[in-house]
């Protein structure tokens, strides 16, 4: 079955730096990789997602990057806020499958102000 | 914007007892899920649900567990002996479609004592 990797579990930058968070996946056959924030106690929340069909999706500070050849994804977070800090998780799921998600085991991001 | 509604939110409950976990699904949606996250870990799906049965489980999913939409708006996850690793938070997810993102209802912490 897949198995989503996630590094690094967490990461601390000063406000105002990029953050990266990377994720690799192990079943070719995935086609839909989400990402999630998840903040403390709270349910996790969908910030963007990107299928199998494109490279790369920007949404204003937020954009996801997918190499399916090496089978990895990234999240990028750019000009980091402090209430960017959370855990951010990746996931991965092939369409078809009934929206089997299988979750990254987290990253805690931190933005320092 | 209409949410997925859980309740309750939390549930105390002792080794061994039953317990209820009910959802409110998005009205129009006719995909359900259920997936778990023990505190301070991943979140790992456990079972999906379409056209009143099980579409998929996971390995997490063993006879313990059973879902069941009653009616025509609740979809709920029976614990038949709840066992102390059963302690987590519980998320409720539907769809409209099999071609939409994934949202959470805030969850149900579970506490078995």
């Known amino acids: 079955g897949e198995n989503v990797e996630q590094h690094p579990s967490t990461l601390s930058v000063q406000e105002g730096d990029s953050a990266v968070i990377k994720c690799t996946y192990s079943?070719?056959?995935?086609?839909?990789f989400p990402w999630y924030k998840q903040e403390l106690g709270k349910r996790p929340q969908l910030i963007i997602d990107?299928?199998?069909?494109?490279g790369e999706k920007k949404d204003q500070r937020i954009a996801v990057t997918l190499n399916k050849t090496a089978k990895h994804f990234s999240l990028h977070i750019t000009e980091t806020q402090p209430e960017d800090s959370a855990v951010y998780f990746c996931?991965?799921?092939?369409?078809?499958?009934?929206?089997?998600?299988?979750f990254g085991s987290g990253t805690r991001l931190l933005v320092r102000p | 914007e209409p949410e997925v509604t859980q309740t309750p939110s939390h549930q105390v409950t002792q080794m061994g007892q039953e317990v209820i976990l009910r959802c409110v699904p998005i009205?129009?949606?006719?995909?359900f899920y259920w997936y778990r996250q023990i505190l301070g870990q991943k979140v790992e799906f456990l079972v999906s649900?379409?056209?009143?049965?099980?579409?998929?489980k996971s390995e997490i999913f063993d006879d313990q567990f059973s879902v069941e939409r009653p009616d025509g708006s609740n979809f709920t996850l029976k614990i038949r002996s709840t066992k102390l690793e059963d302690s987590a938070m519980y998320f409720c997810?539907?769809?409209?479609?099999?071609?939409?993102?994934?949202?959470f209802g805030n969850g149900t912490r579970l506490t078995v004592t």
């Open positions: 997810a539907s769809t409209p479609e099999d071609n939409s993102p994934l949202h």
């Open positions: 079943d070719s056959a995935s086609n839909y």
């Open positions: 990107i299928r199998s069909n494109v």
């Open positions: 996931a991965a799921s092939q369409r078809d499958s009934s929206y089997k998600l299988i």
């Open positions: 009205s129009n949606h006719l995909y």
């Open positions: 649900f379409y056209n009143n049965e099980i579409s998929e």
